[in-house]
């Protein structure tokens, strides 16, 4: 079974924890995705069928979603030690939230450390290589691999719950879109550049893998707030 709210802790211990969860919720929802589509809609030259979100880095106004970045990573870390406050024994108690703390590292990282320009973005710049370009593109691999796979190490707690069947389930297709999702992201990209497949989708696509994968801490925060009754350790 899983474990809840610890009742016996004291009210600044739930309070905390309460706080952490809801910055993880607050990152997916409002703090990376909703700026990067609002960002995606008005910039000028960029496509968010065919260009990447860490574009929007780039340009007069890219610190708008390196802000945005820093900040995800935040509520990421945040969100990782309120999920190991809420479930801090058991399948998963330890992996889970080390995943998305890996995750968080991840996307500070990768704020610090730009893409390079690409695809016609920003306009008038020439696609490059750069040091950064590479660090950028390691640690959002890692950061997503860390998100994906910890899908995986929450579906299998989940699991071991009947309460929780549903969410194995839904953990275990999460997980396996966003593994998915990135990989495709990278091919379309790579064969766009290559001019093999102008203009092809690879925005769109990771559009659609970061609002899933994000989808599931929000609502996986979600959940874990509305608990108020314990229950035992898996």
Do not use: K
């Amino acid at each position: 079974m899983l474990d809840t709210v610890n009742q016996t802790g004291s009210w600044r211990d739930r309070r905390t924890r309460q706080r952490l969860l809801l910055g993880g919720a607050a990152a997916g929802l409002t703090g990376f995705v909703v700026t990067f589509l609002v960002e995606g809609a008005l910039r000028p030259g960029y496509s968010p069928w065919r260009h990447a979100v860490s574009q929007l880095s780039l340009g007069s106004f890219g610190w708008v979603n390196t802000i945005a970045i820093l900040l995800t990573a935040m509520a990421l870390l945040a969100f990782a030690a309120g999920l190991r406050r809420a479930l801090p024994t058991g399948t998963g108690s330890t992996w889970g939230p080390r995943l998305i703390g890996v995750a968080g590292g991840g996307f500070l990282l990768a704020g610090a450390f730009p893409i390079a320009p690409g695809l016609g973005y920003p306009p008038g710049t020439p696609a490059q290589q750069s040091l950064s370009g590479l660090v950028h593109g390691l640690v959002i691999t890692v950061a997503f691999g860390c998100l994906s796979a910890a899908c995986f190490v929450m579906a299998r707690r989940f699991a071991g719950d009947p309460a929780w069947r549903g969410w194995a389930r839904y953990s275990t297709v999460t997980g396996l879109l966003v593994a998915a999702g990135y990989v495709a992201t990278s091919v379309l990209t790579e064969l766009d550049q290559a001019g093999v497949l102008p203009n092809a989708p690879g925005g769109l696509i990771q559009r659609a893998m970061i609002i899933t994968g994000f989808g599931w801490i929000v609502l996986l925060a979600a959940r874990l707030l509305r608990q108020h009754h314990p229950a035992t350790t898996i």
